[in-house]
T-cell receptor, first 108, second 120 residues
Framework: KNEVEQSPQNLTAQEGEFITINCSYS?????LHWLQQHPGGGIVSLFM???GKKKHGRLIATINIQEKHSSLHITASHPRDSAVYIC??????????FGPGTSLSVIP | ETGVTQTPRHLVMGMTNKKSLKCEQH?????MYWYKQSAKKPLELMFV???????ENNSVPSRFSPECPNSSHLFLHLHTLQPEDSALYLC???????????????????FGPGTRLTVL
């Protein structure tokens, strides 16, 4: 079993839809990052979470430490949200583990 | 613009060439990282530098040699690479590293645009 998994692997949505991307992990962590990678490779760090919930614009990230689960929500999705979304863990032993990513395509 | 720049953006090299990738951060951060992203694979952490000292080396082959001359610059020297080393190489920086035993303070990493490397 992989230490971090994401679902779905691929997602196609219509513009305006509410989107949820999930991340589950099996190791102890000190923080969890949600990253956004656009075509061409550039990566932007969206959130760093160690507990609770964070909101930035149309993006909301939550984490449940007990259940070892985090979700990234996008409200009112837009074609410019099309990207790969990556969940990354900073483990309790200072190791960084990246999830396989979720490829999101938002259609006008 | 994340404040982290990488050059070159694209590089094609033969297996016998020697080349270097450069990363520069303008954020005053103390930690810098090299990652490798191969097609259809998760990101792989290669090297971590904190205050110019290497703190992590994730079993990377010796044909990849990092150098951190100061806290703003990070190099990845490449020699006798293999075609399977073709990938996107990403540099990142953060204000501080999380230090084991000193609580859970961590830092968001800011990534550069990457260097697309092709080894022929």
């Amino acid at each position: 079993k992989n230490e971090v998994e994401q679902s779905p692997q691929n997602l196609t949505a219509q513009e305006g839809e509410f989107i949820t991307i999930n991340c589950s992990y099996s190791v102890g962590i000190s923080a969890l990052h949600w990253l956004q990678q656009h075509p061409g490779g550039g990566i932007v760090s969206l959130f760093m979470l160690s507990s609770g919930k964070k909101k930035h614009g149309r993006l909301i990230a939550t984490i449940n430490i007990q259940e070892k689960h985090s979700s990234l929500h996008i409200t009112a999705s837009h074609p410019r949200d099309s990207a790969v979304y990556i969940c990354a863990l900073k483990t309790s032993y200072d190791k960084v583990i990246f999830g396989p990513g979720t490829s999101l395509s938002v259609i006008p | 613009e994340t404040g982290v720049t990488q050059t070159p953006r694209h590089l094609v090299m033969g297996m016998t060439n020697k080349k270097s990738l450069k990363c520069e951060q303008h954020l005053g951060h103390n930690a810098m990282y090299w990652y490798k992203q191969s097609a259809k694979k998760p990101l792989e952490l290669m090297f971590v530098y904190s205050l110019e000292e290497r703190v992590e080396n994730n079993s990377v082959p010796s044909r990849f040699s990092p150098e951190c001359p100061n806290s703003s610059h990070l190099f990845l020297h490449l020699h006798t690479l293999q075609p399977e080393d073709s990938a996107l190489y990403l540099c990142a920086s953060s204000q501080d590293l999380a230090i084991q035993g000193r609580g859970t303070r961590t830092s968001t990493q800011y990534f550069g645009p990457g260097t697309r490397l092709t080894v022929l």
